[in-house]
């Protein structure tokens, strides 16, 4: 029996419109999820490995309710992402580009530019870590090997975004399982899980220290170039004209909350582990594991060789596939601040890399320790989140760009 179709036009708020080929067959659920694969990644990266490394080896289970809390505000603000994206057609950066002075754009790319290189700062170096213990391999040759998440891309975009959602859902959900296994080995006290994930503690008033490291906690969670990047992944759903821009946008919300409850998990049986092995150490002689070698080193004799084993493979996995999402990121803060869609995505994308690379070779050349570097450019990037946050929230509060979809007043109460 054939398929009845028709031409429907569903308007934007700036006036344009899809035309989508209406059937009375919806097409597959799981063809509306794929973005927030690529986004969940980022909240699991080697910078969150830093910091979680640090807050649990230093104060156990008590910092856990801050990374709760920064989960949930990072899912709020990528949904936005998504609802402006997909109802307007154009992402974060191109509207910065546009609604705000030419000075005041610029800052925000600025602002936008220190976030990825802080961010690759990060990804570079967990690599190259996880190379080193892994393979051996010197730290300055792990870190340009980074440099082939370029071609990757370019390689997986022959056959569109599509395949590349699905290798990151196959990383998700490998370093899921990963962490599963090593948080069960590590024996943690799930009574306190349960309380300090979901109560607030008073130690950031008390312990300056504590306070950095929960400050580098949300710079490691709600990183700026993921909100750059959500809101441009998202449209190309609507140039696949899957459905209707509503019906699109109530999918990105399933698709966004999943995404980031399994990175949420990630994130926290990182820290959980490090609270359950290493939080003894510090209590027994003050000496806080700080370093991912020291961390390998520390988990083979107190659980096993295999938990070793497993810590260096996902934190590799996490690092190489976070760094590909910041290379993706740095081609759309680039291409829509600047305007620049007619350069050669090649030559983009490396001169992204090189820029963002140079941070990460000149740290690992100073001999700098790692760890201390991840925390402290989670700490940047943290500072770095009101430029990207604010506009975010004022532009979808907008009612000449986003027309009756803009912000509900629940929603700017929130933000």
């Known amino acids: 029996m054939e398929e009845k179709k028709q031409h429907v036009e569903f308007p934007l708020p700036r006036g344009e419109a899809i035309a989508l080929e209406q059937t009375y067959r919806r097409p597959p659920w799981w063809k509306f999820f794929g973005p ?25 289970y008590q910092l856990l309710w801050i990374l709760s809390l920064s989960c949930l505000i990072g899912a709020f603000a990528q949904n936005l992402c998504a609802k402006l994206g997909i109802y307007t057609g154009r992402n974060l950066a191109e509207h910065c580009r546009e609604g705000y002075p030419l000075w005041l754009s610029h800052i925000m790319f600025v602002s936008a530019v220190i976030s990825m290189m802080a961010t690759d700062l990060a990804e570079i170096i967990g690599v190259a870590v996880a190379l080193h213990l892994l393979f051996g391999i010197d730290l300055i040759a792990g870190a340009l090997i980074t440099a082939v998440d370029v071609f990757l891309i370019l390689l997986l975009n022959r056959w569109g975004y599509r395949y590349i959602e699905m290798v990151f859902l196959a990383v998700l959900t490998t370093v899921s ?28 008033f008390t312990d300056l220290n504590a306070l950095f490291i929960a400050i580098g906690v949300i710079g490691a969670t709600i990183m700026p170039h993921n909100l750059y990047l959500h809101s441009s992944l998202v449209i190309q759903r609507l140039k696949d004209k899957l459905a209707e821009p509503r019906t699109l946008y109530r999918w990105s919300i399933v698709d966004t909350n999943i995404s980031l409850f399994a990175a949420w998990f990630i994130n926290a049986a990182i820290l959980i582990v490090a609270a359950a092995v290493f939080h003894p150490i ?55 601040f600047l305007d620049i869609k007619h350069i050669n995505l090649f030559k983009l994308r490396v001169y992204t890399r090189l820029a963002t690379m140079a941070p990460a070779i000149i740290a690992i050349m100073c001999n700098a320790p790692p760890v201390t570097i991840l925390v402290w450019s989670q700490v940047i990037l943290s500072l770095q989140l009101p430029f990207a946050l604010i506009p975010l929230m004022r532009i979808t509060d907008n009612e000449k760009t986003m027309g009756p979809n803009k912000n509900r007043l629940w929603i700017k109460l929130i933000m």
């Not at 986004?39 to 490394?53: E, V």
């Not at 948080?183 to 109560?199: G, L, Q, R, T």
């Open 282 to 336: 510090f209590v027994e002689n003050g000496r806080v594991i700080a370093s991912f070698d020291e961390a390998y080193k520390t988990l083979v004799p107190i659980l096993s060789q295999g938990a070793g084993l497993i810590f260096a493979i996902a934190l590799l996995c996490a690092g190489i596939a976070s760094s590909t999402s910041a290379t993706l990121a740095g081609q759309i803060v680039f291409e829509g």
């Open 177 to 204: 399982g990963i962490y599963i296994a090593e948080m069960f080995m590590s024996n943690p006290d799930y009574e306190a899980v349960a309380i300090d994930s979901v109560v607030p503690g008073s130690l950031i």
């Open 36 to 60: 927030a694969f690529i986004i969940s990644i980022g909240y699991f990266d080697p910078g969150n490995w830093a910091t979680d490394l640090q807050a649990g080896s230093q104060y156990g």
